[in-house]
């Protein structure tokens, strides 16, 4: 799990049977909310809408009610703010945890409106974009720059002087 994504590149299957006997607190659903409670403390995500998947040891499952919007939470566990509060509530020094009754005490802020925390978290989740996108841009560039210094040193492309500059 990663701060707001889960990330499917190391994944493992197991049978129905092994998933039962995991999944003994039940399985989340969409909108619940998986939080690491050590190594790494503090990550968060949405579980996703389509599939099932275990959750593994050091990761609990928040579900809201009907005051709290499940996005907006989410953004309040990954911010500064909520990840300072973690941290204080956190014991360990090589490897930092949190207990369920240490997290339970976290006092989540929130406008008393859910529809304004979904304003709030639609906003954000739009910049997120935003900004993966520009991630891209900027990935797709720096290759582009890397090819351009190769064939710019390997001679391979040419760069035109104008009699003008050298003098």
């Not at 275990?54 to 005051?67: C, D, F, H, M, W």
């Not at 369920?100 to 709030?120: A, N, T």
């Amino acid at each position: 799990m990663r701060a707001g994504y889960i990330d499917f590149s190391n994944q493992e299957y197991i049978d129905n049977e092994a998933f039962e006997s995991w999944m003994t607190r039940g399985i989340p659903q969409f909108g619940d909310i998986l939080f690491t409670t050590e190594a790494p403390l503090g990550m968060a995500c949405k579980y996703p809408k389509d599939g099932v998947f275990g959750v593994g040891q050091r990761t609990v499952t928040l579900r809201v009610n009907e005051k709290l919007n499940s996005d907006f939470l989410l953004y309040f566990l990954l911010s500064e703010k909520g990840q300072l509060l973690i941290d204080l509530r956190s014991s360990g020094s090589t490897a930092k945890g949190i207990k369920s009754s240490e997290l339970k005490k976290i006092k989540v802020y929130f406008p008393v409106i859910v529809e304004e925390q979904q304003k709030i978290a639609s906003a954000l989740t739009a910049v997120d974009k935003e900004i993966k996108l520009l991630e891209v841009k900027l990935t797709h560039f720096k290759q582009e720059k890397k090819a351009l210094m190769q064939q710019l040193l390997t001679g391979k492309r040419r760069v035109k002087v104008d009699d003008k500059e050298v003098s």
